[in-house]
């Protein structure tokens, strides 16, 4: 069974399983110690009750997740979301990353976010076409911004608008707080919209 829900603490393990490998292997994140389950268990239960964390899961096993975080604290940026995916070994170029990050993009539009930032850790030209196919536009490069593997490393923000910049706007609603029915409905609804191109080793 294929389905995008809502990540939990208790996926923190499978989520690492698809995480490590960038934090070791990889200057895609600057994160550079891959966590504990327990601390990225903990991770996923705070953020989630701001914004979403979601998992594309088929037959039990996990196949990516996309999530958002705070872009700054300060109260005037509450408008403001960075968003990022990570797809397993065997199961990138299969759509699971374009319908994590539509139901993704769907849910922030429901809280009231106006813009949702990608940081991409350059250079990365699979990631710039992914977000940029999905409605990106490049804003800035922050050039030799953080160092990782032996090298300095540039970084750039993408940006997509999800709702008009209208006068005293409403503060976003806590993703905690959006109706559970109305997720749901809008997670299968990305889920039916793209068709899975399955790696041949996972088919059944």
Wanted: hydrophobic share 40%.
């Amino acid at each position: 069974m294929n389905q995008i829900r809502i990540a939990t603490p208790s996926d923190a393990r499978g989520m690492l399983a698809i995480y490590a490998p960038y934090i070791r292997h990889t200057t895609l994140t600057f994160e550079t110690e891959v966590p504990a389950d327990e601390a990225f268990a903990d991770r996923i239960a705070h953020y989630l009750a701001y914004a979403p964390w979601l998992v594309w899961e088929r037959d039990g096993q996990l196949a990516g997740y996309a999530y958002a975080s705070r872009y700054r604290e300060r109260a005037g940026y509450q408008w403001s979301v960075e968003s990022s995916v990570y797809i397993a070994d065997g199961w990138r170029r299969t759509g699971v990353g374009t319908a994590l990050y539509g139901a993704l993009t769907g849910l922030l539009r429901l809280q009231g976010f106006r813009n949702v930032y990608a940081v991409i850790n350059l250079p990365n030209p699979q990631s710039v076409a992914f977000h940029e196919r999905l409605g990106f536009r490049w804003m800035a490069t922050y050039p030799r911004v953080g160092y990782k593997l032996g090298g300095w490393r540039d970084v750039g923000w993408w940006q997509l608008i999800l709702n008009e910049y209208t006068a005293d706007p409403d503060p976003p609603v806590p993703f905690s707080a959006l109706p559970l029915r109305q997720v749901e409905d809008l997670l299968r609804e990305a889920g039916s919209l793209v068709s899975l191109r399955y790696p041949a080793h996972r088919q059944r």
